[in-house]
Structures are given as structure tokens and as C-alpha cells.
């Protein structure tokens, strides 16, 4: 089955203790990225990258590292967790496409919940 | 500076009638709109989409209507399920870097739908 899938769904931390969200896709996609959702924000995209040790900023990278040693895997790293981390992360994948073409479909895994105290 | 604005929050329809959703723009940049849906619990999956030269497409019960000149779009669904009743995020798509399309999500609108 397709999918894209995160680890941990739910998690409670505190302020400065470093965690990674481990995001893995299953369609050989280039494409991979990483949002999170808040009230009143939507979906906002922290990082992506378009292949393999190639990442970039998205609009809000503050306090997010990511890496792309593979292409099925994507990691979300927050160094030193902060309460205003605290919100839904979505990681998506998709592939990309070429110019004159639409945006390739992405593909969202279901979410990870995260709460920092 | 919200490039995507979805100004209703919430929307209630009864079931089998129209569910008509907005969406508006600032960006005359973007070449594709596109709508996710997301119910509880999972994450958004792809709706429909409409290319910047098409005013309307449609596929089964949902459609999507694209007016350029006021930089607006809305998507129709009809009739309206209650299984239809989740979160509708409007995007907008825009090419960088000549690579790939980079999309901007609006902050969506709940839909419930009646039985």
C-alpha cells in the first residue's frame, strides 16, 4: 500500500530536549516536505527537499533541521524544542514534475501531535 | 501576508444540497489551485484541481470554478454528503526554481454536513 508514514502520532516533550519525527515514504517519490498546522494558519511548509542531500528553507524553518541521506526517509529534527513548536506536523511526498505540467499529487501521512511544555 | 485566504471558517449544509466553499488569491504568479480534504485524525488528501487557463472543472459531484479577474475560486460539491464533512484546504501552486511547484495552503474551512 502507498503510503507515507510518520513516528511518533503523539508525543508530550519539554522545553530544550531534542526530538526527531521520522517521516518514510513507499512511492519513490523526489519530493518530500515537511508542515505544520495551526488554528487560524493552515498548513505552512517547514522544509523540503527535491532529492536526495538536496533541502531547503520553506516559510517558516526556524528551529527545524531536516536531512535527506535517503529518499524514502525525511526526519524532522528540532534541536531545542520550544512551546511554540507545539502544533500538527504533516510530512508529504510527491513526484515532481516537469514544467507546463501541474503539481505532482502529494501524498500526507496522518500527522504527528506534538506538545511541548 | 496570507496568499491563500479561505475567509469562512466553518460552513453547515443539510445533506443533499449544495456545499459551495471560497477561496481568494493575491498571487497572479500561481498556474494551478488545487483542494485537499482532511477529515479527523488523517492527513489531507488530494480533492481536485483546476490550471490557471481553465475556468471550471469538474469531476462527479465536485467542481471547481476559477475567476481569474477577481482572483477567486470556490468548490461546488452536489449533492452534499454527510461523508462529506471534514476540512477543505484551498491551495495555490506557483514554480520555483524552475524544478517544481511549490504549493500555499489557505487556513481551510470546516464543512458539516447535515443529514
Known amino acids: 500500500e502507498a503510503q507515507v508514514t510518520q513516528n511518533p502520532r503523539y508525543l508530550i516533550t519539554v522545553t530544550g530536549k531534542k526530538l526527531t519525527v521520522t517521516c518514510s515514504q513507499n512511492?519513490?517519490?523526489?519530493?518530500m516536505s515537511w508542515y505544520r498546522q495551526d488554528p487560524g494558519l493552515g498548513l505552512r511548509q517547514i522544509y523540503y527537499s527535491m532529492n536526495v542531500e538536496v533541502t531547503d528553507k520553506g516559510d517558516v524553518p526556524e528551529g527545524y533541521k531536516v536531512s535527506r541521506k535517503e529518499k524514502r526517509n525525511f526526519p524532522l529534527i528540532l534541536e531545542s524544542p520550544s512551546p511554540n513548536q507545539t502544533s500538527l506536523y504533516f510530512c508529504?511526498?510527491?513526484?515532481?514534475?516537469?514544467?507546463?505540467?501541474?503539481?505532482?499529487?502529494?501524498?500526507f501521512g496522518e500527522g504527528s501531535r506534538l506538545t511541548v511544555l | 501576508d496570507q496568499q491563500v485566504k479561505q475567509n469562512s471558517p466553518s460552513l453547515s449544509v443539510q445533506e443533499g444540497r449544495i456545499s459551495i466553499l471560497n477561496c481568494d488569491y493575491t498571487n497572479s504568479m500561481f498556474d494551478y489551485f488545487l483542494w485537499y480534504k482532511k477529515y479527523p485524525a488523517e492527513g489531507p488528501t488530494f480533492l481536485i484541481s483546476i490550471s490557471s487557463i481553465k475556468d471550471k472543472n469538474e469531476d462527479g459531484r465536485f467542481t471547481v470554478f476559477l475567476n481569474k479577474s477577481a482572483k477567486h475560486l470556490s468548490l461546488h460539491i452536489v449533492p452534499s454528503q454527510p461523508g462529506d464533512s471534514a476540512v477543505y484546504f484551498c491551495?495555490?501552486?506557483?514554480?520555483?526554481?524552475?524544478?517544481?511547484?511549490?504549493?500555499?495552503f489557505g487556513t481551510g474551512t470546516l464543512l458539516a454536513v447535515q443529514p
Open positions: 491551495a495555490a501552486s506557483v514554480r520555483y526554481g524552475g524544478a517544481t511547484n511549490k504549493l500555499i
Open positions: 512511492m519513490n517519490h523526489e519530493y
Open positions: 508529504a511526498s510527491s513526484f515532481i514534475t516537469k514544467p507546463g505540467q501541474g503539481p505532482g499529487e502529494l501524498f
